[in-house]
């Protein structure tokens, strides 16, 4: 069945000391770009959660954020630059004698010294928290995606009951169009027959060949029938799976150019409103399929 490609998809883990939290909603897009926003600290994993998301989308913009929740996953500690400590004692000693300083220096001083304290961070946990980062993001994922089929399945069956409405427009044309040829015959007697005022007889001759070349002119049974063989294949694609939002949208340019053909050849009132039909319903498909993965 067809998906669309708006939808949103949520999973959490929870631990002891921490939790693990993933969103994410997805958006119309031309093609499939994946956004992940998460701490600087597990950007590591960026591209793991991009090929993780990339199973599920094939088409859209989808915005992914990463919420690590505690420290339990970190253990940090301190380190101390015991030598550069030294090089600034020596310098600090030198400096006070040159310039006959006062003062010594003191614990708030060291602290406040460029590089000579450094908080690590032990990454013997990261391969565990990836891990479950990964398996978070898939359940999230797989929302996502439910929800974008559920509605792909809202879409499919909005544009069915307009392709139906244009389906039965196009059947009920197909016969018309053979009339409005004799109608033309018809109003181009009366109109020759008004012309001579019964003094001479109408040319039968040249009113059938007047005849023949509206009918050409007019003929839109080419554009009938290409309209509705791409209504069949609209109704064969929608059933199918997998990408197929820009095969649509090709469809809709072809319908659209058919259906202006068959508006701007009849030369008939009510084939002309028939077409405005047709196009309104168009549109709204048009607008649908601008959804559709």
Not at 91 to 98: E, G, H, L, N
Not at 193 to 216: M, N
Not at 227 to 255: A, C, P, Y
Request: proline letters at 1%; one cysteine or more.
């Amino acid at each position: 069945m067809i998906v669309s490609m708006t939808g949103f998809g949520r999973s959490k883990k929870e631990f002891d000391s921490f939790k693990v939290i993933v969103e994410m909603k997805s958006v119309n897009h031309r093609f499939c770009e994946i956004s992940v926003r998460m701490p600087r600290q597990f950007l590591l994993f960026e591209e793991k959660i991009k090929k993780t998301v990339n199973q599920y989308i094939q088409r859209g913009r989808v915005d992914v954020f990463v919420t690590v929740e505690g420290e339990g996953y970190i253990s940090r500690f301190l380190q101390v630059d015991w030598d550069l400590i030294s090089q600034y004692e020596k310098a600090f000693v030198k400096t006070k004698d040159m310039y006959k300083l006062e003062g010594a220096l003191s614990i708030d001083s060291l602290l406040h010294l460029p590089e000579v304290f450094t908080i690590n961070e032990n990454e013997d946990g990261v391969e565990e928290l990836e891990a479950v980062i990964l398996e978070v993001t898939n359940a999230a994922a797989i929302e996502l995606h439910n929800m974008r089929k559920i509605e792909g399945m809202a879409l499919k069956n909005d544009i069915a009951e307009r392709l139906y409405i244009i389906n039965e427009i196009v059947q009920n044309l197909k016969p018309y169009s053979v009339q409005v040829v004799e109608k033309y015959r018809e109003r181009l007697e009366k109109k020759m027959k008004d012309f001579l005022d019964g003094k001479y007889e109408a040319d039968e001759g040249r009113i059938l060949t007047e005849v023949a070349i509206f009918a050409d002119k007019a003929d839109i049974n080419e554009e009938l029938t290409r309209l509705d063989s791409h209504v069949s294949q609209f109704f064969k694609i929608i059933d199918t799976e997998g990408s197929v939002g820009r095969k649509l949208d090709f469809l809709v340019q072809e319908m659209n150019r058919e259906m202006n053909t068959i508006g701007s050849k009849a030369n008939d009132v009510v084939i002309s409103q028939k077409v405005v039909e047709m196009k309104s319903e168009l549109e709204k498909i048009k607008e649908q399929v601008q959804n559709i993965e």
